[in-house]
């Protein structure tokens, strides 16, 4: 990635909130790098070095501030970086995937030669995956260290530390401080019972938004979604034993930040949380770039993101199951599916009882015992054959999933038609151009007599089309309410 210094120079003036994540500031005075928005006395330019990420400013000998803490800052969206590979590549570094495979295997997974994707990401980052994977365990031992009063033996483990004593060493020699010390500073109770952490987004966000579009979907039991907040249930695979717990998000707009809550049974899969609250709040947007591209549609709701999935399999069972039936009876099946088929959550907070169930699951079921929570059988074996795909790997339904060959494999399962293939792309793989075309509602919103005629409307929107969908969801739900109170 390119960086020009006099405009980086001129946003770290401005602190200018669009360009927090995009690139880090390293100070030869100081040596330390900080997130652009960083409250610190601007320095020097001549001072100043810019990185494409923390990886690369750790690697020029540079340590985190511990005022702006870069762990926090936002992360990528699909359109942010001249790759997709090496964006797919970095997500699932940052999920956890390097601590227990190696870089061959992360190739396997993206579609490509180790030499190919070696050769993007250090273009893209300024660093090797293994240099970017070490930066983001330590980073995030040093979120939990501030954040939480985890055991220094289970934060290692939770960071992706093999040992406290590599953790340790690794963490004197890239911070120059002693992780004890940086606890003594850290306002954390010994008693906790639960973990909170933050995730920063680029305003502005559409919270309320947010909120009314996961609510109308909400799925009993496996959701709570309240006036200000959203939780859910979420099961985590940790080696061979399955974590099963919950999370609950908050929205903290004076620190343009969400609040992250876990209870502590789920401390051994911590690193695996932040990217899945990112992807499902779409947090890597660029509401700036998004807004202005869709102009007079996103006024009504500046800062709108598509909202993403914990699970992506759990998208293509609401995709079937809500195809030509309203939303409230697709719902009410779904809670079905998941009170019969999901692992109950002990100790979870009100309105949380059930997991939803995972693609294994389905995979081992028999159309009939779908067919009893209230579905016909070509969706239950559109379902099940989706799930055995899933389950065997051959589709991966989440952001780092090559796009064609995905949405490929998807539209040669009988049942699932071109909209479910579209919703799936919008929200399990985060594709910002996906259209759901044939939609009822996005064809009675648009005026549109088909198809044809709804997808040459909404071309003006590329590359921005699902965001474009959301908002005239949005606006139809807002006509609705008003017409029809009920």
């Known amino acids: 990635m390119d960086l020009d210094a006099d405009t980086c120079y001129q946003a770290l003036l401005a602190r200018d909130r669009r360009f927090d994540g995009r690139f880090f500031v390293g100070v030869s005075s100081t040596g330390i790098y900080c997130r652009p928005i960083c409250a610190v006395r601007s320095p020097k330019q001549s001072n100043c070095s810019f990185f494409p990420s923390a990886a690369a400013a750790e690697r020029a000998r540079f340590r985190p501030c511990l005022r702006c803490r870069p762990e926090l800052a936002p992360g990528y969206g699909l359109q942010d970086i001249g790759s997709r590979l090496a964006q797919a ?41 293994l240099d970017f994977a070490l930066t983001q365990r330590l980073l995030m031992a040093k979120r939990l260290l501030t954040e939480t009063p985890l055991p220094m033996t289970e934060l290692a483990l939770a960071a992706g530390f093999g040992s406290v004593r590599r953790f340790n060493g690794l963490f004197r020699t890239r911070y120059g401080l002693n992780p004890s010390q940086l606890r003594k500073h850290a306002d954390v109770g010994s008693n906790a019972q639960t973990l909170t952490f933050l995730l920063a987004y680029r305003p502005p966000l559409a919270w309320d938004g947010l909120l009314a579009f996961l609510a109308h979907r909400r799925i009993d039991g496996v959701e709570n979604i309240g ?56 947090l890597g947007a660029r509401p700036d770039l998004i807004d202005m591209h869709l102009g007079q549609l996103a006024a009504g709701q500046p800062g709108m993101r598509v909202p993403g999935a914990v699970d992506g399999f759990e998208i293509i069972v609401r995709a079937i199951v809500g195809q030509q039936i309203s939303v409230v009876h697709a719902r009410s099946v779904l809670a079905r599916i998941a009170l019969r088929f999901g692992s109950e959550v002990d100790t979870a907070p009100p309105g949380l009882a059930t997991t939803f169930p995972g693609a294994t699951v389905f995979a081992g079921l028999d159309p009939a015992a779908l067919q009893e929570t209230g579905i016909t059988r070509i969706r239950a074996e559109a379902i099940i054959l989706a799930a055995i795909e899933v389950a065997s790997g051959r589709i991966a339904l989440e952001p780092t999933a090559p796009l064609g060959d995905t949405l490929a494999a998807l539209r040669r399962i009988r049942g699932i038609g071109e909209w479910t293939v579209q919703y799936v792309a919008m929200r399990a793989l985060a594709w910002p151009n996906a259209f759901p075309e044939g939609d009822a509602v996005l064809t009675k919103q648009l005026g549109a007599t088909d198809a044809a005629a709804l997808r040459l409307h909404a071309s003006r929107w590329e590359p921005w089309r699902a965001y474009a969908a959301v908002h005239l969801w949005r606006q139809f739900a807002e006509i609705s309410q008003t017409f029809n109170p009920t």
């Open 89 to 129: 590549a970095a997500a699932l570094i940052e999920d956890g995937f390097l601590n227990g495979a190696n870089v061959a295997a992360l190739a396997r997974r993206v579609g490509v030669t180790e030499r190919h994707l070696r050769r993007i990401f250090q273009a893209e980052f300024g660093a090797s995956m």
């Open 227 to 282: 006036t200000d907040s959203y939780a859910r249930t979420i099961a985590l695979q940790h080696g061979t034993r399955e974590v099963i717990g919950w999370f609950k998000v908050a929205h903290l707009p004076q620190r343009f930040a969400l609040s992250v809550t876990i209870p502590m049974s789920m401390a051994s899969v911590a690193a695996a949380i932040p990217g899945r609250v990112r992807r499902l709040f779409d």
